[in-house]
């Protein structure tokens, strides 16, 4: 078999991409449309107050922490499409609450709900299960690429149909968007047996190991700041584009920024992502994006009673946000064992909502103590803080995660095939699981030799077939 054909998504293979990938989409769309208008209309709303409107902006994130590692967990007990189906139905559910409430605790409550619907770990399991282990890599970037377009898309859309529709419109559509992904599990994604996977599942055993590893650590306290610095400035930001004594950009307008804003920081991040990734200058990238958040914080924090120095800023803002959300997960395969990255990825993913969830009740507390310049400033201060320590973060290896199947291996073999493996071109490490018929690796993508893997993993899964 050469190289072409190994490399060849199957039909299978590329439904569940497309599939998979827009039950994301949908998701994601419906949890960020209102980030860029929210903290208008929620003064319009009963009871509100600065602390209230930010816990409603990421209260999602509390109730989507808790909940997607045992969503994951329970998909592998009753099926992968149950809890996606259940959870989009929770998601829609709470979207409804959402638009009925005319009071701010009713928008609480719906956002709560909203984030119960936690799928994320379950979909991630089920396209596993549905791609060979060849090609597991591209569908998890196809589907890491449709939530950084979705996010894009929402934060121009949401403050169009806030307009058009209201925010009660909005989660209103978001309640149609979840249906919509019942539809698409039902009956566009593929169906397939389950099974484990620990490159995308996290293993309970593992997690000792994994949070006493200071350099994983680090990244999850990486994308936890990320997420909340994200939610603290989204609370505030609209605010200052409103507000007559700021930029004074009425509401109905801000999409004009956002729209030239969105496109130009994806073309801007493509070059850096190249440099970390070819040229193999991660670290230097990485840390880099990091100190530019941050200068973006003090630019809102100097200048947003102008528009356009608003405007430059946000500029800045994605186009370092959007490096390193491509970064983090990327480092985090890098740096995690090779049997244990759906735990990494898990307590990582976790970290990532919880985030979002501080970045609103504490962004709301500090925007009714010390008003917009306030939050501005405790996000930057957090940024810095996060600085530090990815200043001491080691250089990663430029290793990839990646499975092999081997079908029966017996206890005195598991040397010996780890030897054969590690002598195969581009695989630097190799940790053979027996009780999962599967081998662990570390490699090099560029430097692998994929047919050998693919014959190697043939031999000893002829005994199975």
Same mark, same amino acid.
């Given at each position: 078999?050469?190289?072409?054909?190994?490399?060849?998504?199957?039909?299978?293979?590329?439904?569940?991409?497309?599939s998979?990938?827009?039950?994301?989409?949908?998701?994601?769309?419906?949890?960020?449309?209102?980030?860029?208008?929210?903290?208008?209309?929620?003064?319009?709303?009963?009871?509100?107050t600065?602390?209230?409107?930010?816990?409603?902006?990421?209260?999602?994130?509390?109730?989507?922490?808790?909940?997607?590692?045992?969503?994951?967990m329970?998909?592998?007990?009753?099926?992968?499409?149950?809890?996606?189906?259940?959870?989009?139905?929770?998601?829609?559910?709470?979207?409804?609450?959402?638009?009925?409430?005319?009071?701010?605790?009713?928008?609480?409550?719906?956002?709560?709900?909203?984030?119960?619907?936690?799928?994320?770990?379950?979909?991630?399991?089920?396209?596993?299960?549905?791609?060979?282990?060849?090609?597991?890599?591209?569908?998890?970037?196809?589907?890491?690429?449709?939530?950084? @377009?979705?996010? !894009?898309? /929402?934060? +121009? &859309?949401?403050?169009? *149909?806030?307009? $058009?529709?209201?925010? %009660?419109?909005?989660?209103?559509?978001?309640?149609?968007?979840?249906?919509?992904?019942?539809?698409?599990?039902?009956?566009?994604?593929?169906?397939?047996?389950?099974?484990?996977?620990?490159?995308?599942?996290?293993?309970?055993?593992?997690?000792?190991?994994?949070?006493?590893?200071?350099?994983?650590?680090?990244?999850?306290?990486?994308?936890?700041?990320?997420?909340?610095?994200?939610?603290a400035?989204?609370?505030?930001?609209?605010?200052?584009?409103?507000?007559?004594?700021?930029?004074?950009?009425?509401?109905?307008?801000?999409?004009?920024?956002?729209?030239?804003?969105?496109?130009?920081?994806?073309?801007?991040?493509?070059?850096?992502?190249?440099?970390?990734?070819?040229?193999?200058?991660?670290?230097?990238? @990485?840390?880099? !994006?990091? /100190?530019? +958040? &941050?200068?973006?914080? *003090?630019?809102? $924090?100097?200048f947003? %009673?102008?528009?356009?120095?608003?405007?430059?800023?946000?500029?800045?803002?994605?186009?370092?946000?959007?490096?390193?959300?491509?970064?983090?997960?990327?480092?985090?395969?890098?740096?995690?064992?090779a049997?244990?990255?759906?735990?990494a990825?898990?307590?990582?993913?976790?970290?990532?909502?919880?985030g979002?969830?501080?970045?609103?009740?504490?962004?709301?507390?500090?925007?009714?103590?010390?008003?917009?310049?306030?939050?501005?400033?405790?996000?930057?201060?957090?940024?810095?803080?996060?600085?530090?320590?990815?200043?001491?973060?080691?250089?990663?290896?430029?290793?990839?995660?990646?499975?092999?199947?081997?079908?029966?291996?017996?206890?005195?073999?598991?040397?010996?095939?780890?030897a054969?493996?590690?002598?195969?071109?581009?695989? /630097?490490?190799?940790?053979?699981?027996?009780?999962?018929?599967?081998a662990?690796?570390?490699?090099?993508?560029?430097?692998?030799?994929?047919?050998?893997?693919?014959?190697?993993?043939?031999?000893?899964?002829?005994?199975?077939?």
């Open positions: 078999m050469n190289e072409n054909e190994i490399d060849k998504l199957s039909p299978i293979e590329k439904r569940a991409a497309g998979l990938a827009s039950i994301y989409a949908l998701r994601m769309l419906g949890l960020f449309m209102i980030f860029p208008v929210f903290s208008l209309y929620g003064q319009q709303l009963e009871g509100n600065p602390l209230l409107i930010g816990l409603a902006i990421g209260a999602y994130g509390l109730t989507q922490a808790i909940f997607q590692i045992p969503f994951g329970l998909s592998d007990k009753i099926g992968r499409k149950p809890v996606i189906v259940a959870g989009m139905l929770i998601f829609a559910l709470g979207s409804i609450i959402a638009a009925l409430s005319d009071s701010i605790y009713g928008v609480i409550m719906g956002r709560i709900i909203q984030g119960s619907g936690a799928v994320a770990a379950a979909v991630m399991a089920l396209a596993a299960d549905l791609t060979r282990e060849q090609h597991r890599l591209k569908i998890m970037a196809t589907i890491g690429i449709s939530i950084g @377009f979705a996010f !894009a898309v /929402a934060m +121009v &859309a949401g403050s169009i *149909l806030s307009e $058009w529709i209201g925010v %009660d419109g909005i989660f209103w559509l978001t309640a149609f968007f979840a249906l919509i992904g019942v539809a698409v599990t039902l009956f566009w994604v593929p169906n397939a047996p389950k099974s484990f996977h620990r490159e995308t599942e996290p293993v309970p055993a593992q997690f000792k190991t994994i949070l006493s590893d200071h350099q994983l650590l680090r990244l999850d306290v990486g994308i936890m700041v990320l997420h909340m610095v994200l939610t400035t989204f609370l505030v930001l609209p605010l200052a584009l409103a507000n007559e004594q700021h930029a004074n950009l009425p509401s109905a307008e801000h999409w004009k920024m956002y729209l030239p804003v969105m496109i130009l920081s994806m073309i801007l991040m493509l070059p850096f992502i190249i440099i970390a990734e070819k040229q193999r200058r991660m670290k230097e990238v @990485f840390v880099g !994006a990091i /100190a530019v +958040v &941050a200068l973006a914080e *003090l630019g809102f $924090w100097s947003n %009673d102008s528009f356009y120095g608003l405007a430059f800023f946000v500029l800045v803002f994605f186009s370092a946000f959007n490096i390193l959300e491509a970064s983090l997960p990327s480092l985090v395969s890098k740096m995690s064992p049997e244990a990255k759906g735990t990825m898990g307590i990582y993913s976790t970290s990532q909502f919880f979002a969830f501080l970045g609103g009740i504490i962004g709301g507390k500090l925007l009714g103590l010390y008003g917009i310049n306030g939050v501005f400033l405790f996000a930057m201060l957090s940024m810095l803080g996060w600085l530090f320590l990815a200043l001491t973060m080691k250089t990663p290896r430029y290793l990839s995660s990646y499975v092999v199947k081997l079908g029966r291996v017996q206890s005195e073999e598991i040397s010996r095939v780890a054969g493996l590690t002598g195969i071109c581009g695989v /630097a490490e190799a940790v053979v699981i027996p009780e999962d018929g599967a662990y690796l570390k490699v090099d993508l560029h430097a692998l030799d994929k047919a050998g893997l693919l014959e190697f993993s043939k031999k000893y899964s002829q005994e199975d077939e």
